[in-house]
């Protein structure tokens, strides 16, 4: 298999591209710096596509490796034939290469290889030829008596020599490909309650209410409908089965294997039989449960990590002295106050919901809290006791009378963050709780920051999460956090260890040793120094050099220039008729209309790089330390809390994007229960949600329907009609 050629067509690219970028993959860069900093060879391919060519190069690499040993295992045993070598060049699965391989594969125990160590596969290959002048299989059989054998009987012979075709038949690799597709196109998906119900009672299956008869074709059920019936079967709530019309089975099974006018016909009929039932279509059904599994895990993952990126890619609330709460009723509210760079500066816990009810107290203690530090925001974990702990910080808003709002914000996975041990480094004097309340305050501040200390499963943007290929999830999720953290850039000086390690070419270890030298020398003065960090080599500063901002005596040390490019960056200005002080002080005035009047690709060819690089130096000397993040819609920040028993029907709200999944999306509106806009309510046809909405969007809503029994609060996104 040519695989760059085969690359360069599934991803619609063209071979050089490939070619160029197959190879800085194999020379060990890194996908967000040959997506940032070798767009010449790539063609521009951002980082996404970069990633999709890389899980594709590594599988077609594998499928390649597998149809080898698979070609030199059947040569060893010496079955391989002019036929067989075209099929698995053919292949272009690792399913099409097992199925060609079955027939050759060292088999455990079988009935079939019981029945040949008896001396009957001779028996069995005659009756399988279906000679039209061949005696009766029962005739045939008498020949292969043997006690010693263990073949006592006639039928004894015959069984063994059905045995022996039923394997046959079961290991022919185009029978079962045509099944597959026949199956899957065909088949359908069928649901029933895996305990019958009680005489007289009402059978409650709970969320799965709606599969306790269900069925759906398999070409068309939908992934997450796909993944709640496996987690109803896992959790022994569901019985799943595929449904699908033997006849038709039969049918092709007569085409392959079955010759008319034979004495032997009727025999290998039955034995194809005894094939499907008992070997191919338990066998089938389990691959296309499995692919059906695979399609919506990836999809599944695909939602997730998109998610994922718009939680972590939300605007900080830079600069703003935040008041964190983690909520909570016996071991009460949590308070840390941290300033803006995330210091912390004070502590406490109050107690201003049930069982103490000490409203006022703590009323008193947070006042102070807000006007000792100087508290501009307030951050509100939204887990046990979230609206109560709202209310009261609203009415606190309302009192004080200052400038200061508040945010629920999500506390995913805080709790593992706050036991962890990296927590226990990060806040020795703290308690979990405590520390708890300090991510919450983070989060707000820095939601990218603070969320890469934890994993990314436990942020809570996903859909069954938990039910995916861990390590496929764990790789996709990891390449989400790489791409946020590298794109907004890291400052060296005041970076985390989490946060550090996420750059390109850092590792953990690599991360700790910046860490430690910079304690011990008081900080880096340039990117430069980066070098003298102990196992950070050459390769690995290329890599993460232009990730990392150093605020120091080189101005282009605080952009995403890399330091390759410094002196085209320095070049680019003399040419242009602007010093390194313009770019300091923001005062390059007409530096658009002076690059066009220069000419870009002129200018390209003469600092000796290419035009993709001149256009990001450009874009980083007009905007030298950016953040992509303060172009996107600012956090909604509130005063005034709602009640769920407070929205009726019609009302209008505004509201966060908290999630989104196959059917909908979760919306905050600020009464603790998120709301669900379901993919029928958002005003216009969408294949997905994902087309729609993203995480972190403010997005304005209507209530459809309030059940405050359930909890639960139907939106849309339909401007409402008016009455006459």
């Known amino acids: 298999m040519d695989i760059l050629a085969r690359l360069?067509?599934?991803?619609?690219?063209?071979?050089?591209?490939?070619?160029?970028?197959?190879?800085l993959i194999d020379e060990g860069n890194t996908i967000p710096f040959i997506a940032r900093y070798r767009k010449e060879a790539t063609g521009a391919m951002d980082d996404q596509v970069l990633r999709t060519l890389d899980e594709r190069l590594k599988y077609l690499r594998n499928l390649d490796e597998t149809r080898e040993k698979v070609r030199e295992s059947i040569t060893s045993v010496g079955a391989m034939t002019d036929e067989i070598n075209a099929a698995l060049d053919a292949a272009e699965t690792l399913t099409e290469i097992e199925d060609i391989y079955r027939p050759y594969r060292p088999k455990r125990k079988t009935r079939a290889s019981v029945a040949k160590e008896k001396g009957l596969g001779p028996l069995a290959d005659a009756i399988y030829a279906q000679a039209p002048d061949s005696p009766a299989p029962e005739v045939m059989a008498e020949g292969?008596?043997?006690?010693?054998?263990?073949?006592?009987?006639?039928?004894?012979?015959?069984?063994?020599?059905?045995?022996?075709?039923?394997?046959?038949?079961?290991?022919?690799?185009?029978?079962?490909?045509?099944?597959?597709?026949?199956?899957?196109?065909?088949?359908?998906?069928?649901t029933c309650p895996a305990k019958a119900a009680e005489e007289g009672k009402e059978q409650d299956l709970g969320v799965y209410a709606m599969y306790a008869d269900f069925q759906e074709p398999v070409c068309k059920i939908a992934g997450h409908r796909v993944l709640a019936v496996n987690r109803g079967e896992n959790e022994g709530v569901l019985k799943v089965s595929l449904v699908f019309e033997r006849v038709m089975a039969m049918n092709i099974i007569r085409t392959l294997h079955i010759k008319d006018g034979s004495p032997c016909t009727e025999f290998v009929r039955l034995a194809g039989e005894d094939s499907y039932d008992r070997l191919i279509f338990p066998a089938i059904e389990r691959e296309i449960r499995g692919s059906l599994t695979d399609v919506a895990s990836d999809a599944a993952i695909k939602v997730f990590a998109l998610n994922l990126k718009q939680l972590l890619m939300q605007p900080p609330v830079k600069n703003k002295v935040t008041l964190g709460l983690d909520p909570g009723y016996r071991m009460g509210c949590?308070?840390?106050?941290?300033?803006?760079?995330?210091?912390?500066?004070?502590?406490?816990?109050?107690?201003?919901?049930?069982?103490?009810?000490?409203?006022?107290?703590?009323?008193?203690t947070v006042k102070a809290l807000i006007k000792k530090h100087g508290v501009n925001v307030i951050a509100i974990g939204n887990g046990t006791a979230s609206h109560e702990t709202e209310v009261f910080a609203s009415e606190v808003i309302h009192e004080i009378g200052g400038d200061v709002a508040y945010m629920v914000v999500s506390e995913a996975g805080a709790s593992v963050y706050s036991a962890s041990k990296l927590a226990a480094e990060e806040f020795?004097?703290?308690?979990?709780?405590?520390?708890?309340?300090?991510?919450?305050?983070?989060?707000?501040?820095?939601?990218?920051a603070e969320l890469v200390k934890i994993d990314p499963k436990?942020?809570?943007?996903?859909?069954?999460?938990?039910?995916?290929?861990?390590?496929?999830?764990?790789?996709?999720?990891?390449?989400?956090?790489?791409?946020?953290?590298?794109?907004?850039?890291?400052d060296l000086n005041t970076a985390s260890v989490s946060l550090l390690s996420r750059v390109a070419g850092v590792n953990a270890s690599i991360a700790k040793n910046i860490v430690n030298y910079r304690e011990e020398n008081g900080g880096f003065g340039s990117r430069?120094?980066?070098?003298?960090?102990?196992?950070?080599?050459?390769?690995?500063?290329?890599?993460?050099a232009g990730f990392l901002r150093v605020h120091g005596r080189n101005f282009l040390d605080n952009t995403a220039v890399h330091p390759e490019?410094?002196?085209?960056?320095?070049?680019?200005?003399?040419?242009?008729?602007?010093t390194s002080d313009d770019v300091k002080k923001n005062k390059l005035t007409d530096f658009d209309a002076r690059l066009e009047a220069a000419g870009k690709q002129s200018l390209a060819d003469k600092l000796g790089i290419g035009l993709p690089t001149l256009e990001d130096i450009a874009s980083e000397l007009c905007r030298p330390g950016r953040d992509p993040r303060d172009e996107l819609p600012k956090p909604m920040l509130r005063t005034d809390v709602l009640g769920i028993e407070s929205l009726t029907p019609g009302m209008e709200l505004t509201g966060t994007v908290r999630n989104v999944i196959d059917f909908g999306a979760f919306v905050d509106i600020g009464v603790h229960q998120d709301g669900l806009v379901h993919i029928s309510q958002f005003g216009k046809f969408v294949k997905h949600p994902l087309e729609a909405v993203?995480?972190?969007?403010?997005?304005?809503?209507?209530?459809?329907?309030?059940?405050?029994?359930?909890?639960?609060?139907?939106?849309?996104?339909?401007?409402?009609?008016?009455?006459?």
């Open 144 to 190: 292969y008596i043997d006690e010693e054998k263990g073949v006592k009987t006639v039928e004894d012979a015959l069984q063994g020599a059905s045995d022996v075709i039923a394997e046959i038949i079961s290991d022919d690799a185009e029978l079962r490909k045509r099944l597959r597709y026949v199956c899957y196109h065909n088949a359908f998906i069928k």
């Open 528 to 544: 430069a120094e980066l070098k003298k960090v102990p196992k950070l080599g050459p390769k690995a500063f290329e890599q993460c």
């Open 694 to 724: 993203s995480v972190g969007d403010i997005v304005t809503v209507w209530v459809l329907a309030v059940d405050v029994k359930k909890g639960r609060i139907s939106l849309t996104m339909k401007r409402p009609e008016k009455k006459d």
């Open 8 to 23: 360069a067509k599934e991803l619609s690219l063209t071979l050089p591209r490939v070619e160029a970028t197959v190879k």
């Open 565 to 578: 490019s410094y002196d085209a960056a320095r070049g680019l200005l003399d040419a242009l008729g602007y």
């Open 334 to 364: 949590k308070v840390a106050v941290v300033d803006g760079y995330g210091k912390v500066l004070d502590t406490a816990v109050i107690y201003p919901v049930p069982p103490f009810n000490k409203i006022e107290q703590a009323k008193v």
């Open 458 to 490: 436990a942020i809570g943007v996903g859909q069954y999460q938990h039910d995916m290929p861990q390590n496929q999830l764990s790789t996709a999720l990891d390449g989400v956090v790489e791409a946020c953290v590298n794109s907004v850039g890291v």
């Open 428 to 448: 020795p004097e703290y308690d979990v709780n405590l520390r708890s309340a300090v991510s919450i305050a983070r989060r707000l501040q820095d939601p990218l």
